[in-house]
């Protein structure tokens, strides 16, 4: 069976603060990819990152930053120096390599305050 | 056009009617996804397309009905739907290796917004 939880239902920060929103997965499976999205107000689901199982190298973009840990399943998600427009519900997600069945979190909404 | 469109984005409809959704990819993928997105639910995947060949139905009750008549076009018809159906549908594209599946990202429309009164 394959799981993704994430475990903050709602974050509030102020801006520019750092913000870190934590994923953690469950699978029996050796290859699989883990993904974040970002779904602001507007409904669209936008891709952010997708890593594999067998890349554990952490990942840098901007102000956003990646900590996949496969010791303890989990794949966190860092936004430096928070703006507003950051301010959306952010998924992770988990798919097996011979699957088409993508595994999303419950999501968490973040919101960063002017 | 660009990426994932979705039509209409907003529908409302009653329980006896019969609609349909509409999702257009202009990205050369070749397999195609339904989703629900109920409010407090994860993102629930109802149906895969995979090189126009229906691969996943996951237990979506046949008040709805996916067809998918070419690579680029998916469409959801509804009929006789139920309020709890009310929900954001999200259409998505990606490009697979087989019709095994890949690995992939997903690309996302904006969404239809059903209420069913």
């Known amino acids: 069976a394959q799981k993704v939880t994430q475990a903050q239902t709602e974050i509030s920060v102020v801006e520019k603060e750092d913000v870190t929103l934590d994923c953690v997965y469950e699978t029996r499976d050796t290859t699989y990819y883990l993904f974040w999205y970002k779904q602001p107000p507007s409904g669209e689901l936008v891709f952010l990152i997708r890593?594999?199982?067998?890349?554990?190298q952490n990942e840098i973009s901007g102000r956003y930053s990646w900590n996949f840990q496969k010791s303890t399943s989990s794949f966190n998600f860092t936004i430096t120096a928070s703006q507003v427009v950051d301010s959306a519900v952010y998924f992770c997600a988990l798919r097996h390599r011979n699957n088409n069945d993508m595994r999303f979190g419950a999501g968490t909404r973040l919101t960063v305050k002017p | 056009e660009t990426g994932v469109t979705q039509t209409p984005r907003h529908l409302v409809m009653g329980m006896t009617n019969k609609k349909s959704l509409k999702c257009e990819q202009h990205l050369g993928h070749n397999a195609m996804y339904w989703y629900k997105q109920s409010a407090k639910k994860p993102l629930e995947l109802m149906f895969v397309?995979?090189?126009?060949?229906?691969?996943e139905n996951n237990s979506v009750p046949s008040r709805f009905s996916p067809e998918c008549p070419n690579s680029s076009h998916l469409f959801l018809h509804l009929h006789t739907l139920q309020p709890e159906d009310s929900a954001l549908y999200l259409c998505?594209?990606?490009?697979?290796?087989?019709?095994?599946?890949?690995?992939?990202?997903?690309?996302f429309g904006p969404g239809t917004r059903l209420t069913v009164l």
């Open positions: 998505a594209s990606s490009q697979e290796i087989g019709l095994a599946g890949g690995y992939n990202e997903q690309f």
């Open positions: 397309y995979n090189f126009k060949e229906q691969t």
């Open positions: 890593r594999n199982s067998f890349d554990e």
